[in-house]
C-alpha cells in the first residue's frame, strides 16, 4: 500500500515558476513509475511526466517537455515536478500517481495508475 500526498500549489501569475512536491507513505519500489498528471475544468485527467524510481529516467508530455522537470529524491520518499514560465492553461489540479509495473516503459494512460494522492491546485493567472 502506498498514500501519496501532494503539496506546493497556489495562485500565481504567468511566467512564475512552482514547485509541486509528492511524498509517499509507504515503499516506492526500484521499477515503479511516479507519475504527474493534472486536471483542467472540465476537461479529462492528462499525463504531465513521469520519473522512474530506480534510474530517475523521466518521461515527458510533450506540453511539458520544454518547461517542466520532474526530479526525485528517494531518501525522502518525495518526488518534485518544477514548472517554469508558467501560462494560464497551466491551471489544473495536479496529481501524483504510481505506476507499479515491470514494464520497460511508462505508461502515459490515467487507468494504469496503481496510486493517487488528492491532488494540489495550482491556477495561472494573466
Known amino acids: 500500500q502506498l498514500e501519496l500526498a501532494e503539496s506546493g500549489g497556489g495562485l500565481v501569475q504567468t511566467g512564475a515558476s512552482l514547485r509541486l512536491s509528492c511524498i509517499g507513505s509507504?515503499?516506492?519500489?526500484?521499477?515503479?513509475?511516479m507519475a504527474w498528471f493534472r486536471q483542467a475544468p472540465g476537461q479529462e485527467r492528462e499525463f504531465v511526466g513521469s520519473?522512474?524510481?530506480?534510474?530517475?529516467?523521466?518521461t515527458y508530455a510533450e506540453s511539458a517537455k520544454d518547461r517542466f522537470r520532474i526530479s526525485r529524491d528517494a531518501a525522502l520518499n518525495t518526488v518534485y515536478l518544477q514548472m517554469n514560465n508558467l501560462k494560464p492553461e497551466d491551471t489544473a489540479v495536479y496529481y501524483c500517481?504510481?505506476?507499479?509495473?515491470?514494464?520497460?516503459?511508462?505508461?502515459?494512460?490515467?487507468?494504469?495508475?496503481?496510486?493517487w494522492g488528492k491532488g494540489t491546485l495550482v491556477t495561472v493567472s494573466s
Open positions: 509507504g515503499t516506492i519500489y526500484a521499477n515503479d513509475f
Open positions: 500517481a504510481c505506476d507499479r509495473t515491470m514494464e520497460s516503459r511508462a505508461s502515459t494512460r490515467a487507468n494504469d495508475m496503481e496510486y
Open positions: 520519473i522512474r524510481w530506480r534510474s530517475a529516467k523521466t
